[in-house]
């Protein structure tokens, strides 16, 4: 996932690994960022960390790539709006998928990147999934700074404040 401002590219561990993994050239300030200390292990218990980018050129590079999932685009969707663009993406991957396997196998073997591309499609169904069970609390994810939680989650720890507030106050 990536959260775009004017001046900065936040983007998760996540998707910086599954870059790395995709034939697209990744400017080498980008790579130095997460990679240039030596072996960087990517797992489980920091995979939703955020990584910062201030350049121009690599905030421009972030916001041209479609498949990563743009947080402020989808952090205020309902659940069932989540699920009909996740459909919506898979619809687009089948339908590459049965253009690519109606081909001949001379065909198939010129047009190779429509595998990348429903790969790509994979990723980001999976991230929007993650993004939907960030708003269902199955998944932590710490915001950078000065970035909104969706506007359920804010509503669900305003609720859970007043409720420990009335607690508190019926313990006196």
């Known amino acids: 996932m990536k959260i775009i401002t004017d ?5 998760q561990k996540n998707d910086i690994a599954y870059l790395n993994l995709t034939d697209r050239a990744i400017p080498a300030s980008i790579f130095m960022k997460l990679f240039g200390n030596g072996i960087v292990i990517i797992n489980d218990s920091n ?3 955020f990584v910062e980018f201030e350049a121009p050129e690599e905030i421009e590079f972030f916001k041209s790539i479609d498949w990563m999932i743009d947080y402020n685009e989808v952090k205020d969707l309902s659940e069932e709006e989540t699920i009909e663009l996740a459909c919506s993406i898979a619809e687009e991957q089948n339908s590459i998928a049965q253009r690519f396997n109606s081909m001949t196998p001379e ?3 010129n047009n190779m990147s429509m595998v990348s591309q429903c790969e790509l499609l994979d990723f980001k169904i999976y991230s929007l999934r993650d993004v939907l069970w960030f708003k269902q609390g199955h ?5 950078p700074e000065g970035v909104d939680f969706p506007t359920e989650i804010e509503q669900e720890k305003g609720i859970r404040k007043w409720i420990k507030t009335m ?3 019926k313990k006196k």
């Open 7 to 11: 001046s900065v590219a936040y983007v």
């Open 47 to 49: 995979r939703y960390e």
């Open 107 to 109: 065909e198939r073997e």
């Open 139 to 143: 998944i932590k994810m710490e915001l």
């Open 167 to 169: 607690f508190n106050k």
